[in-house]
């Protein structure tokens, strides 16, 4: 979709816009869009940030409730506010303000994923250090009197099959760079939470100078590192797309080993790459390109390291 809108003469982010919003619409994997990765309280929430390489500009919603098109929000975030990032309730009042239908972002598919988890006794979930005992039930949960703190496990709570994002970089004619990304975040996150996927930085970077880049996985963890403004600054300095995503998962290994990740890499030029983290059941990582060099959109794979 990115692509046929590049060749219609449409610009970059109109590009990353319109291709994220087929994958909301599509609602990509369950993890992008409407429908998919309902939180504690089995509501799906979405995060979206569209960034122009240009003008550094960057719009983002997190915590959006009851509108389906999130990175078209994002947009207008750029095109009709200051701001950068809109988030909650009030990211909701923004779209319909500007022309989004409020709509139930809920169906049968997240009810039933819910329900399922509640009758799991809510697990896995994100709470840690409080009564009762998160591991083996259900809330509302609290502080405890006395406490103990464990040491805190960086071991993703996100799997291969519970989270992740579509993120897109698009590199134009000449050499004009966005990006942008679009999720429903970890399934069973605690309300409110938001990942890195709209934190211009985290979930995706646009230079025009340099290149761009896109992260997906456990954004609670790789938000930490900004691997995605790592990744174009790594570019800026000549490092090759694939070796600067690598350089990018390897930071993280110090501190996360165990965590689930990817980034794509791609510069001024067109060349780019890709890298993962090698955990059990994720050991290589599928992505798509579209260039003049190919005939088609074509899915390349890299081994995750």
Known sequence: TAWSVL???????????????????????????????PDESGETTLDAMIMDGNTMEVGAVADLRHVKNAIGVARKVIEYTKHTLLVGESASLFAVRMGFPYEDLTTQKSLSMYSKWLNQSCQPNYWKNVVPDSSESCGPYK???????REEQTISQSSVHNHDTI??????????????????????KIPGRVGDSPIAGAGSYADSTAGGAAATGDGDIMMRFLPSYQAVEYMRMGTDPTVA??????RIQKYAPKFFGAVICANTTGSYGAACNNIPGFTQFHFMVSSPLLSRPTEQVVDCI
């Not at 319109?18 to 990765?37: A, F, L, R, T």
């Not at 502080?143 to 703190?149: C, D, F, I």
């Not at 993120?167 to 069973?188: D, F, K, L, P, Q």
Request: net charge negative.
């Open 245 to 250: 995503c690598q350089k990018v998962i390897s």
């Open 7 to 37: 060749q219609l003469g449409g610009s970059e982010l109109d590009a990353v816009e319109k291709g994220c919003s087929q994958c909301e619409i599509d609602q990509c994997d369950g993890s992008v869009g409407y429908g998919g990765s």
């Open 167 to 188: 993120g897109m970089v698009v590199i134009g004619e000449s050499g004009t760079v966005a990006s942008g990304t679009s999720t429903n975040g970890a399934i069973h």
């Open 143 to 149: 502080r405890p009197e006395k406490v103990t703190y």
